[in-house]
């Protein structure tokens, strides 16, 4: 059996989060009754033209200087012409020979910690199309238009990938940067953030691709995977068992966890692409990327980069905490008055206790139940000694769940740390008295039974024995 | 014999009260009423509404307003869209839309105070030269009803010609101005591509279509360019520059200046048309003009140029007629595929299909760089050739056409024959430079034109030399015979 490699290159779609479609001043919110937003540029009416939104031009080129690449200076629309009753004009107004953004790069840390380089080959403007309903029409098909005209931004990935795992972390890394740059609001059900993922297989060491493959249309990380490693298993299979692999269109169903073909390159369109007559060639000036350079946020690398350097952060926490601008917020205003001596306890209570909470019932992390000053609070009372980190985690399923603040749970609980040396040696010298054997057994050389002494203490307290001083205390009787 | 006044001496009497809009309105749907079966001019007659416009624009009157083209009647080209009004673009495809708006150029001729009298017939979406295309049938030329009238403006020329209105509106994509004009005897102008607004017009080929209009001569064209000239917002290929005053232009003295002879359009010009032609240079070197000869090496390439480049724009431009939105759909289609080939296929017609395939074949892959490419470059170096004659010269002279009106029938049957009755007025249109087509004599009874190419932007001094010329000559005031 040879050694297969898999290569991978997508193409994402994201949704520009303008107010106003693309080339006319229909709304684009999501989710309002069909042909609701539709106006008569969107119907293509006889007569009407096209005008571009200046907004959408500017998510491109913050895009764009966001990954290195450079802005072009001068790109085109063009006309991919082909006829589908979602597609009014019978053609879509995207960018072909001459996109608005050319190549760039993009860092993506993979699951083993590696970091790797994916090229990006372009991203393109273009509009959205209809979508067609068939659900409760009987012999018929229904055109809702609220779509057509919305904004995208066609991001092109060079064929880097060489796993699913490796295309899903390029996703991700992508899906977080356009929500950093607030020009998409990912919303991967409402398909404001899409791709195509473009799959071949090549013995490994060969240069030249193997015969690819492009599955439409996948909507969620989970399919991105799933859709990429069935359709690998596919081609090796086929190729192995003496077949070639056909370039077709291939979609994925997630019911029966299988691509399956949808057209061929033979039955493929001939687009006829060509520049649209009706706009102007995109011009942009270095003024206009200049100011839009200036509206760029920190990016995600340059906020990991800070924590790591700043805070003392392990790579992988860095690139957790700035995996969202949310997320990163709400850790620097946790951090922000403990200082940075305490940011590796920040850290493991946000990518701890919070996210799993946060998961555990699917919120937001904007609307968390416990603020960033609240959890700051918490932590400020392991670190003055109040509370044991243990004693913290069972404070903090009482804040999120009854929203009390911390001191008045410590209060009302009476969860307040022992730290009184003499109350500690009195609890000591109980359990001293009442275990002679495990005494005896400990000094003749039973060093692990140190843990059951401990665990006798805190027992005897409730928890809430400061573990330092008890470890000090119990160590020095025990020999005496 | 109010019909035969210019749009300035109606203004006086309308502002003088002597008659009303609503009268003039009048007046002009007997006309139409009475000559027009003759000559089919109309698709769409709005007489009601033309009525409500008349009364509106005296009350506007009434209320102190003034304006030039207040309580004035026009007829659109049915490529305009108008709202609440049938838009057919002489095709069956149409025949039952119903504009939901107003062109740019409508709205603006409505603010100024027009009045629509109805809708004028063309060569179906603009596709022709004899307005013959249409599915209203042909136009009749009033000068003689066996013959065409030109196209594919056909109905708004023919109209203008037989004084049906004051003035009508029109569209130019290699011609369609110019040469219905030319053919009808009255001044037609095509602005520069960008001058005036497309919104609402319906395209044809988008890098090449321009709105004009055709009057009784180019003082009253000058009025009405006026107003419909301009920067539109929702025309991203519309011109946002200031619009010069011309009207006021008109009577600038034309000593020095430079007319070119387009070598190329001299060149085996049959000799009654090279003799017209001649005794309008006359009359210019009288007027102080000298006349230069000049070359544009490129230019004998305008025709197959264009009908790569036009028939490329339409075939894509008349996609979104599928018959899923709005016009005509084919009676009980069996799946998507047969409604699209049966709406298309019944509600287009045979010169459209035509270029509906030609354009889509010089688009298809493989065929692109040896077609659409190279007439792109070809374009170019046309361009670059007016570019070039236009620093020697302030305008250049030579025919509209090369022949009068033919026959109805005689060239239809023959696309290629039929294309090249465009020769001299395809350059403009790839360039996008503004042209004009003025009455200068006849041959065998029928009108013949004299075109001026400018360089971008020139309208006012063409409007100017045009109307200098019709100042020293009255071919712009002979009225076909049945019509005076």
């Known amino acids: 059996m040879a050694d297969w490699e898999v290569v991978i290159g997508l193409e994402i779609h994201a949704q520009l989060a303008t107010k106003s479609k693309i080339f006319s001043g229909s709304a684009t919110a999501y989710g309002a009754p069909p042909n609701t937003q539709a106006s008569l540029v969107d119907l293509a009416y006889p007569g009407v033209l096209p005008v571009l939104n200046a907004e959408a031009v500017r998510m491109a080129v913050k895009f764009g200087l966001s990954i290195g690449a450079e802005v072009a200076r001068h790109s085109v629309f063009a006309r991919k012409n082909y006829f589908y009753p979602d597609l009014p004009k019978g053609y879509q107004i995207s960018q072909y020979e001459l996109p608005v953004v050319k190549k760039g790069k993009l860092k993506v840390m993979l699951d083993d910690g590696a970091v790797k380089i994916i090229g990006v080959t372009r991203a393109h403007l273009e509009e959205d199309a209809g979508k067609s309903l068939h659900e409760g029409l009987a012999n018929a098909t229904g055109i809702d238009l609220n779509r057509a005209g919305t904004p995208l931004l066609e991001i092109v990935s060079e064929p880097d990938m060489r796993g699913a795992k490796e295309a899903v972390a390029y996703m991700k890394k992508i899906h977080t940067l356009v929500r950093y740059l607030e020009i998409c609001d990912g919303n991967m059900q409402e398909g404001s953030f899409r791709c195509d993922a473009n799959v071949s297989v090549r013995p490994r060491g060969r240069d030249k691709f193997g015969t690819r493959a492009e599955i439409k249309n996948l909507n969620s990380f989970r399919f991105v995977e799933k859709a990429i490693n069935y359709e690998v298993a596919r081609q090796i299979e086929l190729l192995e068992s003496g077949g070639t692999v056909v370039q077709e269109t291939r979609l994925y169903d997630s019911d029966k966890d299988e691509t399956r073909s949808m057209r061929s390159k033979e039955e493929a369109n001939d687009y006829r692409y060509f520049p649209d007559p009706d706009l102007l060639p995109l011009e942009i000036d270095e003024g206009f990327v200049a100011t839009v350079r200036s509206t760029l946020p920190e990016l995600p690398d340059e906020k990991a980069a800070r924590f790591a350097q700043e805070l003392g952060l392990s790579a992988y926490d860095a690139g957790v905490l700035s995996a969202s601008r949310e997320l990163g917020a709400y850790f620097e205003a946790v951090v922000a008055e403990l200082g940075a001596t305490n940011a590796k306890l920040a850290a493991n209570w946000v990518m701890g206790e919070l996210s799993s909470a946060l998961n555990r019932d699917n919120v937001e992390i904007t609307q968390s139940r416990v603020s960033p000053a609240a959890l700051r609070g918490l932590l400020a009372r392991i670190v003055d000694a109040t509370i044991s980190g243990k004693i913290a985690k069972d404070v903090f399923e009482e804040m999120w769940s009854q929203g009390e603040a911390v001191d008045d749970i410590i209060e009302a609980k009476g969860l307040k740390q022992i730290t009184d040396s003499g109350a500690i040696e009195g609890v000591i010298d109980a359990v001293i008295a009442a275990n002679p054997k495990q005494v005896a057994d400990y000094r003749s050389g039973k060093d692990k039974l140190f843990g059951f002494f401990v665990g006798q203490v805190m027992k005897a307290t409730g928890g809430k024995a400061n573990p330092t001083q008890l470890n000090d205390l119990l160590k020095a009787k025990l020999s005496s | 014999m109010l019909h035969t006044l210019s749009i300035g001496e109606l203004g006086r009497s309308l502002s003088s009260g002597e008659i009303s809009s609503v009268e003039l309105t009048r007046l002009f749907l007997a006309r139409i009423e009475r000559l027009n079966p003759a000559l089919n001019a109309l698709i769409t007659l709005t007489a009601e509404q033309a009525l409500l416009a008349a009364a509106a624009a005296d009350r506007r009157r009434a209320a102190g307003e003034k304006g030039p083209l207040l309580g004035i009647p026009l007829i659109h080209k049915d490529i305009f869209c108008t709202d609440g009004v049938r838009t057919s673009c002489g095709s069956r495809m149409l025949d039952n839309f119903v504009a939901p708006y107003d062109a740019t150029v409508v709205a603006r001729l409505k603010a100024a105070g027009t009045v629509m009298l109805g809708k004028a017939n063309m060569d179906e979406f603009a596709m022709g030269s ?53 053919l009808t005897g009255v001044t037609g102008v095509k602005p520069t591509y960008g001058r005036v607004s497309r919104y609402g017009m319906i395209a044809f080929a988008s890098s090449l279509d321009q709105a004009g209009v055709f009057a009784r001569s ?9 107003a419909m000239a301009g920067f539109d917002p929702r025309d991203s290929t519309s011109i946002d520059a200031p619009v010069p005053d011309y009207p006021a232009a008109l009577r600038e003295p034309l000593k020095g200046l430079k007319i070119g002879l387009l070598r190329e359009f001299f060149d085996g010009l049959e000799a009654r048309n090279a003799s017209l032609i001649g005794d309008a240079l006359k009359i210019y070197r009288g007027l102080g003009a000298e006349t230069v000869e000049v070359s544009l090496p490129h230019l004998p390439l305008s025709v197959p140029t264009y009908y790569v480049v036009a028939p490329a724009e339409c075939s894509s431009n008349l996609s979104r007629f599928d018959g899923v939105r709005f016009g005509y759909r084919c009676e009980n289609p069996t799946d998507l595929l047969d409604l699209y080939k049966r709406s298309r296929g019944e509600g287009f017609g045979a010169e459209v299909k035509r270029r509906i395939m030609t354009g889509t074949y010089v688009l298809s892959a493989g065929y692109f760089d040896a077609y659409y490419l190279k007439a792109q470059k070809v374009r170019r170096l046309i361009t670059d050739d007016f570019r070039a004659a236009f620093e020697q010269v302030d305008l250049l002279i030579g025919p509209t056409t090369p022949t009068p009106a033919f026959a109805i029938g005689a060239k239809i049957d023959d696309p290629v024959t039929m294309y090249l009755n465009d020769i001299y007025t395809i350059g403009a249109n790839l360039a996008g430079l503004p042209g004009l087509s003025l009455p200068c004599g006849f041959i065998e009874g029928l009108p013949m034109g004299l075109q001026l190419i400018g360089p971008h932007f020139s309208e006012a001094k063409l409007l100017n030399a045009a109307h200098l010329f019709q100042q020293a000559t009255d071919w712009h005031s002979r009225s076909p015979r049945g019509y005076e």
């Open chain 2, 130 to 182: 004899s307005n013959e295309t249409s599915f209203y049938g042909p136009v009749k030329n009033p000068w003689d009803t066996s013959k065409v009238p030109g196209g594919s403006s056909g109905g708004s020329a023919a109209a203008a010609a037989a004084r049906l209105a004051a003035f009508t509106t029109g569209t130019d994509t290699g011609g369609s101005i110019r040469q219905p004009a030319a």
């Open chain 2, 218 to 226: 180019a003082a009253d064209a000058a009025i009405v360019l006026q």
